[in-house]
């Protein structure tokens, strides 16, 4: 089945360390996205790929990179220079600019937990 | 910037009880409007869009939503909520910059039986 896979679905780090989350996509989707959720924040944009080896910067990029060096891909890096790293993160696609009329297609998530 | 506002944080309602969420945009251009689902332990679940044409769409499991553009909302509605409704509902704008969806806060629907 096609579909976003994320990995771990539970993380746990020390303060301080940098930590990178998986999101791989066998749906053969050009746009790749990070989103953080916190509680009664709804989600967020972290960053986005619209294409292989471009991304841009979401709403609250700081503390964060990301690379896109396949189309299948796009790790996200919770760097130690994130204030409130703890949360739970979610990738998304969408297949080109006509894919939007089937939405984004999400995994099931990261939640990262930093002690 | 895009922004989207939802009202109801926490709504809680018998099973029943007829649902009305708010959802307002802040962008008067063209923009696509979407409701998405949380169910309790799983992923976000497409539950129905607004591109064009009808202002009343229906999506999935009875729910539907009217777009009113003098309004700039969007509000999800379903005449009788059952228990399994429980969930996290998100409505979400694409459009008024940047090629990107933008979410709302989220409303927590708990139904009782």
């Known amino acids: 089945d096609g579909g976003i896979t994320q990995s771990p679905k539970y993380l746990f780090r020390k303060e301080g360390q940098n930590v990178t989350l998986s999101c791989e996509q066998n749906l053969n989707h050009d746009a790749m996205y990070w989103y953080r959720q916190d509680p009664g924040q709804g989600l967020r944009l972290i960053y986005y790929?619209?294409?292989?080896?471009?991304?841009q910067k979401g709403d609250i990029a700081e503390g964060y990179s990301v690379s896109r060096e396949k189309k299948e891909s796009f790790p996200l890096t919770v760097t130690s220079a994130q204030k409130n790293p703890t949360a739970f993160y979610l990738c998304?696609?969408?297949?080109?600019?006509?894919?939007?009329?089937?939405?984004?297609?999400f995994g099931s998530g990261t939640r990262l937990t930093v002690v | 910037a895009q922004s989207v506002s939802q009202h109801n944080h926490h709504v809680i309602l018998s099973e029943a009880a007829s649902l009305e969420l708010g959802c307002n945009y802040s962008y008067g251009g063209t923009v696509n409007l979407f409701w998405y689902v949380q169910y309790p332990g799983q992923h976000l679940q497409l539950l129905l869009k607004y591109f064009s044409g009808d202002p009343l769409v229906k999506g999935i499991k009875g729910f539907e939503a009217e777009f009113i553009k003098s309004k700039f909302s969007f509000n999800l509605r379903k005449p009788s909520v059952q228990w399994s409704d429980t969930a996290e509902y998100f409505c979400?704008?694409?459009?008024?910059?940047?090629?990107?969806?933008?979410f709302g806060t989220g409303t927590q629907l708990k139904v009782e039986l």
């Open positions: 790929s619209q294409i292989v080896n471009d991304f």
């Open positions: 979400a704008v694409f459009g008024g910059g940047g090629n990107k969806l933008t």
């Open positions: 998304a696609s969408k297949d080109g600019p006509s894919g939007l009329i089937y939405g984004y297609t």
